[in-house]
Every structure is written in structure tokens, then in C-alpha cells.
């Protein structure tokens, strides 16, 4: 069976290590936040200028000055610090930030990403995510294998405007754990229940398979 | 005014001298920290072809998103400009241009420009459409392109609070881009929550420096919420 959107969350959390500081994007990635396993300490960063990201507030706690990057009301854990969007960037940028997950329309081979701009429709802009993959360390992009007309969303080359070069190492999507490495896809974990089968017929770039292929712990 | 006492009384001393075709750099994310009563001076003085560098440009009816009303705005530099139906409509008919940055990169236009570093390299953008035309030099194996700074005729800023020599310090996440805008207006008008006298604020706690801020005026804020979410049990 093909994942949730909690399941790929779930998946996601578990990518993280003990102290990371780490950056969610919105959508599926910001789901990953409520299954960081027991005994995982992260830190997460907000674009907008908040390291240490809380919970969504009481009615009581809201406050119009505390927001994140999505423009949501928000609170900051003890321990949290705030600061200006140049200094926000400077830590993305300088690659001080472990961990950034982020969706896509496409990547492919090389690591290339695209996952902002669709010609002939309206751009709204690409906000913090061509920083975000410029410079993290570890950029992992969470979408679905194929759109909904099955066309596989793991390419050869993209077709849309790019958001970064180069920069996608890790892919988790609603079938299947993938590294990108050397020109090609190598499948590491499949869905429980998901044929190796199925992860190669809704792969349109070059897929490496090597051994046995194991299902996800979710 | 005299001496380094910044403070104005009116909005029209505040933005005394905006004229037509001018860049206006504003401070703010969203709705968050946006100086209200500036951005409605502008709508009142009514001056056009403006342009207007901020990371949003507000929503219908709310921060600069006013200032499309009467076609004020000629360009928008701006990383993220979707919650606004009377700017798509402005977009589509040819009347706004818009010049996506990507948002580190708006930052750091705005930090440089107020630096005096007229240009800087980053890897942010290359191989996008963000690098197209743009001089590209490789560093250590790396691409990176050349961005250009940014300065304004204007910095339209808002602070929680600041002394009569221009000394600000901001609230939570409503700091955003508002320090380095302030850095980089020609003139620097910051609409303050509340005025206090020199001495009161702790000097090592300043945000901004007064070097940088020319006018200082108090304001009163709606402060409104794009999108009040609320932890589960309070839902």
C-alpha cells in the first residue's frame, strides 16, 4: 500500500538524529514535527528569524508578533532564539542547518529540483526554498512517486524550472526511500506491501536496484 | 526636531519628500511587523510608480496590499507575493511587475546595500531561472552568481520600541527584515509602539542602531493575523 501523508511524515522523522537543527517546509514536511521518535531531540528552524519552533498556541498565547514561515501562529520552546531574516539565511546559507525537508513537482538524476513555478500558471515565488537547497546539508524531499495521472515525479531530467542544482541526496515518497547518486536513483526501502515491481514502473529515471530491498520502518 | 531627538508628530513629517517613481523598502513577513500607519501615509499621498522592495506585498485590503488600490505600485521585488487577488489581477493585466528574489537573498540585498557592499556572490538561484543573466564564478569547485544590492530612497520600518535618537528594538518574530531595511533607506522612517526616552533602552540589547533611523514616530497597530492556528485542544 501506498503511504499516507502521516506515514511519509513518519518516515521522515525518523531521518533525523539526536541534536540536529533542522528545517521543515510546508505541507507534508511540517507533519514530520508530531512523530520525531522518543529519545530524538530536534531543533527547528523557522525562515522567517525563529530557532526552536514550539507548538501552535493556546487562545490565550496568541500573539501577533510570533509567527512562522507560514505565516501560522506559533509559539517558541525554553531555549528558543529569535532574530532577523539576514541572520535566518546566514544559517541556512552557511550550511549550519542539518536537515531541511522540503516537497516537490520533480527531481531528478542529478539531484535537481524543481518545486515552484509551473509555466502558464500563476508564480507566487519561491519564498526560502532556493536558499534552503543551496544550503543545507541534508536536503530530503518528501512528494508522492507519480502526480495523479501517474506520471512519475522521478525523472531523467526536469522539465519545470529548477529550484536548485545538484543539492537533492534523499527522497522519500509515498512507495519508496530513494538515494540519488551518480546519475541515477538507488532504491533503499520500499512502502510495506509495495513491489520492487511498482517502484520501477513508476520511476522514469534510472533506477539502480541492488539486492535484496527491505520495507520502511514506520 | 533637533539635535539626535528623531521624533515626528505627524505622518505627513514622517514621509515628507516620497515622491513619484521612488523605492520604498519595507520591512515585514506577511502581516507580521509592517508599518501600518506608513504604508497608509503613502496610500494618502497618493504617489505613483512606486517601487516597493519587501518580502510580501500584504493581503487585499491590508498592509501594502493598499497601496495596488489605486495602482501606486509599479514594481514589487518581493520572494512571495500569493495571497492577494487584486495583485494577481494587477500581475496578469500588465499593470505590476513583479521581480521574484529568493528570500535569503532579499535579506542580503537589503543587509549589503545598507553595508555599502554593492554586490555579493551566492549560491542561491544558480542553475534557476533566479540565475539567468547573472555572472557566475566558481569558488572552491562551486557555482555561485552574482546579486546585486539594494538600496531605497525610503525604509519604511517597524519596531516595538525606540528612543528619541532612533535606537530600536523589535518584538518576537515581528523583527524579520525590518533591521537591515532600516539600513538601507536613504531616509529611514520607523513607526514605534512606543517612544522612550535616551537611557532607557539597555544599550547592549539594541537592534538597531540609531545611525541608521532618521525619523521615529509613534504609532498604533491592528496587528492582524494571517492565519490564527491553535494548538489542538484550544480548536
Known sequence: MALTRDQIAMRVAREFQDGSYVNLGIGIPTLAANYVPDGIEVMLQSENGLLGMGRYPTEDEVDADMINAGKETVTAIAGASIFNSAESFAMIRGGHVDFTVLGAFEVDVNGNIASWM???????????????????????????HADKHGNSKLLPSCTLPLTGVNCITRIITDLAVLEVANGAFHLKERAPGVSVEEIKEKTAGKLIVEGNIPEMTL | MSGFDKVVTSYEQAMQGLKDNMTVIAGGFGLCGIPEGLIAQIKKQGVKGLTIVSNNCGVDGFGLGILL??????????????????????????ELEVELTPQGTLAEKMRAGGAGIPAFYTATGYGTPVGEGKEVKEFNGRPYILEESITGDFAIVKAWKADRFGNCIYRHTAQNFNPMAATAGKITVVEVEEIVEPGELDPTQIHTPGIYVDRVIKGTFEKRIERKVLAKEDR
Open chain 2, 69 to 94: 488600490e489605486d495602482k501606486q505600485i509599479k514594481k514589487m521585488v518581493s520572494s512571495y507575493v500569493g495571497e492577494n487577488a487584486l495583485f494577481e489581477k494587477q500581475l496578469l493585466n500588465g
Open chain 1, 118 to 144: 509551473i509555466p502558464g500558471k500563476l508564480v507566487k515565488g519561491m519564498g526560502g526554498a532556493m536558499d534552503l537547497v543551496a544550503g543545507a546539508k541534508n536536503i530530503i524531499v518528501t512528494m508522492t
